[in-house]
T-cell receptor, first 112, second 114 residues
Framework: GNSVTQMEGPVTLSEEAFLTINCTYTATGYPSLFWYVQYPGEGLQLLLKATKADDKGSNKGFEATYRKETTSFHLEKGSVQVSDSAVYFCAPWGGGGNKLTFGTGTQLKVEL | DADVTQTPRNRITKTGKRIMLECSQTKGHDRMYWYRQDPGLGLQLIYYSFDVKDINKGEISDGYSVSRQAQAKFSLSLESAIPNQTALYFC?????????????FGPGTRLTVL
């Protein structure tokens, strides 16, 4: 099955700082790759996805590029806001059973 | 109205009690999932259902059972709750007609077993 390694949090940044959250995965074949975000007190919601090598997913200023050669899908944002404070989950999909495999999540705290 | 709803949102119970968590969806999706979330462990899949007659165990199904009463409803039961089942539980849906990979989550049920 698939597995995911995410950088540990919490990550604390000042507003307008650059964000990178690392994610690497192991999988059979070429899975679709997802980032989900969980705001305080809420369920997870899709942030972005990429379905094949070199694809770039983007949404709300966040980006991640599907890197097959390094099996990575790092999340980036050029200028974070306080409202981006949340927990971010990397998740490949597939690898038998058509399921998502979630990483442990990385908490982001953005301060003024 | 939310597309995926869960009831109750919070529940405190005692060891040995039977508990049912309910999930309803108005998205018309065939696939439904139950996950639990524990601090530092991400989300783990308990059960999933690809249609009313297709139910499958996930990674951590021991101690849990499910019922898919209709396309729109998927319930999770703890037959005899124990303290290490204290967690945040999420229901999710996906649509196989659009690839089935994007999942839509409910707001979660916080369960505490004393």
């Amino acid at each position: 099955g698939n597995s995911v390694t995410q950088m540990e949090g919490p990550v604390t940044l000042s507003e307008e700082a650059f964000l990178t959250i690392n994610c690497t995965y192991t999988a059979t074949g070429y899975p679709s790759l997802f980032w989900y975000v969980q705001y305080p007190g809420e369920g997870l919601q899709l942030l972005l996805k990429a379905t094949k090598a070199d694809d770039k997913g983007s949404n709300k200023g966040f980006e991640a590029t599907y890197r097959k050669e390094t099996t990575s899908f790092h999340l980036e944002k050029g200028s974070v806001q306080v409202s981006d404070s949340a927990v971010y989950f990397c998740a490949p999909w597939g690898g038998g059973g058509n399921k998502l495999t979630f990483g442990t999540g990385t908490q982001l705290k953005v301060e003024l | 109205d939310a597309d995926v709803t869960q009831t109750p949102r919070n529940r405190i119970t005692k060891t040995g009690k039977r508990i049912m968590l309910e999930c309803s969806q108005t998205k018309g999706h065939d696939r439904m999932y139950w996950y639990r979330q524990d601090p530092g462990l991400g989300l783990q899949l308990i059960y999933y259902s690809f249609d009313v007659k297709d139910i499958n165990k996930g990674e951590i199904s021991d101690g849990y059972s499910v019922s898919r009463q209709a396309q729109a409803k998927f319930s999770l039961s703890l037959e005899s709750a124990i303290p290490n089942q204290t967690a945040l539980y999420f229901c999710a849906t996906s649509d196989p007609l659009t690839g089935g990979d994007t999942q839509y989550f409910g707001p979660g049920t916080r369960l505490t077993v004393l």
